[in-house]
């Protein structure tokens, strides 16, 4: 039964997000690896809704918006190894310069079910949304990929023209990599000359 509610003013216009999960789980493991440790977690959510809803505008040039996302169930799996649990409690610049990389590697798995966007044009649904992260740490080697699969799109009647209706997929998949880039280079300059006896640090 968890719920969040939030208003932001941008320029007099207040844009209302409210969230309401009706149940989230967490668990996660360690296992001592070497000078670290290993694990996994897992998460579960079940009864996500969220509704963004902005004001007309006062002349009349903009109409009053409502967007409802809904989903009935979610989860992440994820793994981690050579995680220093010490080098992140201890997250002080003294502390990191002799602890780097904090992780060796991670990898997740995000899943959402039944995902429906209700907006003034109709309903856009989803059968299930899969977001696949695997990285490693701050290292001079560094790599990243993200990839992103859906299955079971729908779109509201009308959304786009009848002679496009079978170019549009119900499932695809989008996989994006980077590799070859440094994160420990910049990330040790930035220890090297981080003083926290200044005024500011």
Same mark, same amino acid.
């Given at each position: 039964d968890f719920t969040f509610?939030?208003?932001?003013?941008?320029k007099g216009a207040p844009t209302k997000v409210?969230?309401?999960i009706a149940k989230i789980q967490y668990e996660t493991t360690l296992a001592a690896a070497g000078d670290g440790?290993?694990?996994?977690?897992?998460?579960?959510?079940?009864?996500?809704?969220?509704?963004?809803s902005t004001p007309g505008a006062p002349d009349g040039s903009m109409p009053p918006m409502e967007f409802v996302v809904t989903a009935a169930t979610g989860g992440q799996d994820s793994t981690f190894k050579g995680l220093k649990p010490r080098a992140i409690l201890d997250i002080m610049a003294w502390a990191v310069a002799h602890a780097m990389p904090v992780?060796?590697?991670?990898?997740?798995?995000?899943? =959402?079910?039944?995902?429906?966007? @209700?907006?003034?044009?109709?309903? *856009?649904? #989803? %059968?299930?949304?899969?977001?696949?992260?695997?990285?490693n740490g701050v290292v001079d080697e560094g790599?990243?990929?993200?990839?992103?699969?859906?299955?079971?799109?729908?779109?509201?009647?009308?959304? =786009?023209?009848?002679?496009?209706? @079978?170019?549009?997929?119900?499932? *695809?998949? #989008? %996989?994006?990599?980077?590799?070859?880039?440094?994160?420990?280079?910049?990330a040790r300059i930035f220890i090297d000359n981080f003083d926290l006896s200044q005024d500011p640090p």
């Open positions: 509610d939030q208003t932001v003013i941008d409210s969230y309401a440790a290993d694990g996994t977690s897992k998460a579960t959510m079940s009864g996500l809704k969220e509704t963004v992780f060796q590697s991670f990898s997740g798995v995000t899943t =959402i079910d039944q995902m429906t966007v @209700g907006t003034m044009a109709g309903q *856009f649904g #989803l %059968d299930r949304l899969e977001v696949t992260v695997d990285g790599r990243l990929r993200e990839m992103f699969k859906v299955s079971g799109l729908t779109l509201p009647e009308g959304a =786009i023209p009848p002679f496009a209706t @079978g170019l549009v997929p119900t499932s *695809f998949t #989008l %996989d994006f990599n980077i590799a070859d880039f440094n994160l420990a280079a910049p």
